[in-house]
Structure formats: structure tokens, C-alpha cells
């Protein structure tokens, strides 16, 4: 079944406590994507990653950084989180050449404390 | 201004109600438009897209796009409660080869209750 995983689903961790959220999609997507969902705003990019070691900044980049070292996996990762960084996350993945069409993971629901 | 607004609501309805959602964006290089469906606790998940002006249908589903305003829109017929849910409008621009450069705009959502 083609699908983007995401884990863990739920966090909660206190300030300053560096953690990653674990993203895979077995689609062979070039374009992989981590978005927050925030009340009000709507879901608004961080990163993103168009092939296997390039990424760049989204709209909202700052405490956050990714990697893409396989095509499949998009980690991202929060060296120091905090309570500002509270809020739903999703991974995304995209084949270029197909139309548009992102496939999005579960959520992660983090909370900074 | 943000470059796509989308109608916050929330939308309350009786079932069987025919549902408009409405976006407004303002860049002239989205090509793709989209409309997403996300339920409560889950991820978006697509439930139609176009490219064109016009209206696309696909059950009881209605997509409108009108370029020249640069405003689209998604209506529901015979609405049912099934379709409570946070719909989301999407936009993206390709490149002249018709590969898409992968980011999407989103609207801020309208949250859709239809009640029995």
C-alpha cells in the first residue's frame, strides 16, 4: 500500500530536549515535505527536499532542520524545541512529474513544554 | 496579504444542503488547484484537483476555477454528514515543462459540519 508513515505520533517533551520525527514514503517521490498545522494559519511548509541530499527552506524554517540522506526517509529534527513549536505536523511526498498531488502521513501532534 | 485566502467559517449545515467553499488567491503563477479534505486526527487527503478554468464534477462533488478573478471554488450537493470535515484549497505553479516545483500554498480552511 503506498502511504508516507510518520512517528511517533504523539509527543510531548519539555523545553530544550532535542528530538526528531521520523518520516517514510514508499512511493519513490523525489519531493518529500514537512508542513505545521496551526489554528487559524493553516498549514504552512518548513522544508523541503526535491531529491536525495537537496532541501531548502520553506516558509517557516527557524528551530528546525532536515535531512535527506535516502529517498525515502525525511527526518526533522528540533535541536531545542520550545513552546512555540507546539503544534500538529505533517510529512509530505510528491512525484514531480505527476500532476501535484502530495501524499500526506498521519500527523505528529507535539507538545513543547 | 497572504497569497491564497480561503473562507474561515465554520460552516454549519442540514443534510441534503448544497455547500459552497471559496478561496481568493493572488498569484498569477498557480497553475493547480486543489482541494483537500481532512478529517479530524488524520492527514489531508486529496479530493479533486484541476488546472483549468471551468468546473470539473465528480459525484456529488463541483470544482470551479475562474482565473481571470483568481478565485475558486468547491461546492457539495446533497450534503451528508459524512462530509463533516476541515476542507483546505491548494495551489501550486509547474515549470514551463509541466513538472510541478512541488510547493504547495494552502488556505487556512473552513471547518464543514452538516448535521442530520
Known amino acids: 500500500e503506498a502511504q508516507v508513515t510518520q512517528n511517533p505520533r504523539y509527543l510531548i517533551t519539555v523545553t530544550g530536549k532535542k528530538l526528531t520525527v521520523t518520516c517514510s514514503q514508499n512511493m519513490n517521490h523525489e519531493y518529500m515535505s514537512w508542513y505545521r498545522q496551526d489554528p487559524g494559519l493553516g498549514l504552512r511548509q518548513i522544508y523541503y527536499?526535491?531529491?536525495?541530499?537537496?532541501?531548502d527552506k520553506g516558509d517557516v524554517p527557524e528551530g528546525y532542520k532536515v535531512s535527506r540522506k535516502e529517498k525515502r526517509n525525511f527526518p526533522l529534527i528540533l535541536e531545542s524545541p520550545s513552546p512555540n513549536q507546539t503544534s500538529l505536523y505533517f510529512c509530505a511526498s510528491l512525484l514531480l512529474a505527476g500532476g501535484g498531488e502530495q501524499f500526506f502521513g498521519p500527523g505528529t501532534r507535539l507538545t513543547v513544554l | 496579504q497572504k497569497e491564497v485566502e480561503q473562507d474561515p467559517g465554520p460552516l454549519s449545515v442540514p443534510e441534503g444542503a448544497i455547500v459552497s467553499l471559496n478561496c481568493t488567491y493572488s498569484?498569477?503563477?498557480?497553475?493547480?488547484f486543489m482541494w483537500y479534505r481532512q478529517y479530524s486526527r488524520k492527514g489531508p487527503e486529496l479530493l479533486m484537483y484541476t488546472y483549468s478554468s471551468g468546473n470539473k464534477e465528480d459525484g456529488r462533488f463541483t470544482a470551479q476555477v475562474d482565473k481571470s478573478s483568481k478565485y475558486i471554488s468547491l461546492f457539495i450537493r446533497d450534503s451528508q454528514p459524512s462530509d463533516s470535515a476541515t476542507y483546505l484549497c491548494?495551489?501550486?505553479?509547474?515549470?514551463?515543462?509541466?513538472?510541478?516545483?512541488?510547493?504547495?500554498?494552502f488556505g487556512q480552511g473552513t471547518i464543514l459540519t452538516v448535521h442530520p
Open positions: 491548494a495551489m501550486s505553479a509547474w515549470d514551463a515543462g509541466g513538472t510541478s516545483y512541488g510547493k504547495l500554498t
Open positions: 527536499s526535491m531529491n536525495v541530499e537537496v532541501t
Open positions: 498569484n498569477s503563477a498557480f497553475q493547480y
